[in-house]
């Protein structure tokens, strides 16, 4: 399967793979060849640019993926990384509550858009602003569900890494 049909499959979802003895949750927004890898609490934007050729943080990289049941073999760049799915436990299985509504900034960039306003109602996982770094548009999402109550910043502002944009409450 084509790895750009195999990405926009796997938009939105968590998925929990095991390097070695590392276990390592990551979950990949695209839409249209552009998306965000968000894995270990960071945000890697990425374009991909043809069946082997992929935009990472604005470096262009070369790589070939082969997915086999549960597990996927990935070469980048001459390195060779071999993932298998983790094995969940029950406690892996529930998902965290997240115990703030702080939508913060994932990488410093530039608001582009909000998609809600003061007062509106957001669901879990919903797309709430987009910003753009190094010319990626990467979406912000609603922790959970509540209201918002607060935004800080305008569209055509220019955020640090880790700025609150916008709280949510229940």
């Not at 890898?37 to 604005?58: Q, S």
Request: net charge positive; aromatic share 6%; hydrophobic share 40%.
């Amino acid at each position: 399967m084509e790895f750009r049909r195999l990405a926009e499959l796997m938009s939105g979802r968590e998925l929990h793979w095991r390097i070695g003895d590392q276990e390592i949750a990551c979950r990949i927004e695209v839409s249209k060849g552009h998306g965000t890898l968000y894995i270990t609490g960071n945000a890697l934007p990425f374009r991909i640019l043809d069946p082997t050729h992929i935009a990472i943080a604005g470096r262009r990289h070369r790589f070939y993926v082969i997915h086999d049941r549960d597990s996927s073999t990935v070469w980048l760049d001459g390195q060779t990384y071999y993932l298998r799915r983790a094995k969940r436990t029950a406690d892996a299985q529930t998902p965290a509550q997240s115990t703030t509504g702080e939508i913060r900034a994932l990488m410093p960039g530039k608001l582009l858009r909000l998609a809600v306003a003061v007062g509106d109602t957001v669901a879990e996982k919903q797309t709430v602003a987009i910003m753009e770094s190094m010319k990626m548009e990467s979406p912000l999402f609603a922790p959970k569900s509540g209201s918002v109550s607060e935004i800080h910043y305008r569209p055509g502002d220019v955020l640090d890494m880790g700025a609150i944009v916008m709280t949510i409450v229940t």
